[in-house]
T-cell receptor
Framework: DTAVSQTPKYLVTQMGNDKSIKCEQN?????MYWYKQDSKKFLKIMFS???????INETVPNRFSPKSPDKAHLNLHINSLELGDSAVYFC?????????????FGPGTRLTVL | AQSVTQLDSQVPVFEEAPVELRCNYS??????LFWYVQYPNQGLQLLLK??????LVKGINGFEAEFNKSQTSFHLRKPSVHISDTAEYFC????????????FGAGTRLAVHP
């Protein structure tokens, strides 16, 4: 009965590798997001999709490519991983792109690049 | 552009004492205001939000916050904290223009001691 789920929970990999993080929500929401939380706990939005369409892209390197196969899923693929990509990545969803909607967060994926 | 400043990076407090976590924001447009809590190794959970109307907002777990437009503040308060309130607290704004995205402050670590 998990609302927003992410896999994997932990991901340890070498520099230069390509990896993906998956996110699924069973809340029936139309809008999904990816946030990055750095080592100082600072959270910043990366992307947002509404009904499978990209609506927010916050100057993220093009090594990061989100993909939304349907409105319940938003995956994040990262090419040529760098040390600075180490962070916790949170997926979130909301009922619509309306600004007053609560966003529901997943448990996070801790990515460590060695 | 919008920004959020959480004035205290850490707040230590004894159990059953009152607490206030301070948040100031800057925005040239109207915003919605949120407080989220992050327990260790978990995702974020909404505590409360201000959209419009009464400036005193009550949330879950006995927390409340007061919106002060003239001081551009949205401070979070609880009259009596418990050990279980130990967590990271994030203030966030969602600007009225554009799509729904949360702009977070740097977080305040609340440490409740017995």
């Amino acid at each position: 009965d998990t609302a927003v789920s992410q896999t994997p929970k932990y991901l340890v990999t070498q520099m230069g590798n390509d990896k993906s993080i998956k996110c699924e929500q069973n809340l029936g929401h139309d809008t999904m997001y990816w946030y990055k939380q750095d080592s100082k706990k600072f959270l910043k939005i990366m992307f947002s999709y509404n009904n499978k369409e990209l609506i927010i892209n916050e100057t993220v390197p093009n090594r990061f490519s989100p993909k939304s196969p349907d409105k319940a899923h938003l995956n994040l693929h990262i090419n040529s991983l760098e040390l600075g990509d180490s962070a916790v990545y949170f997926c979130a969803s909301s009922p619509s792109s309306s600004k007053n909607n609560e966003q529901f967060f997943g448990p996070g994926t801790r990515l460590t690049v060695l | 552009a919008q920004s959020v400043t959480q004035l205290d990076s850490q707040v230590p407090v004894f159990e059953e004492a009152p607490v206030e976590l301070r948040c100031n924001y800057s925005s040239s447009v109207s915003v919605y205001l949120f407080w989220y809590v992050q327990y260790p190794n978990q995702g974020l959970q909404l505590l409360l939000k201000y959209l419009s109307g009464s400036t005193l907002v009550k949330g879950i777990n006995g927390f409340e916050a007061e919106f002060n437009k003239s001081q551009t503040s949205f401070h979070l308060r609880k009259p009596s904290v418990h050990i279980s309130d130990t967590a990271e607290y994030f203030c966030a704004v969602s600007p009225s223009g554009g799509y729904n995205k949360l702009i977070f402050g740097a977080g305040t670590r609340l440490a409740v001691h017995p």
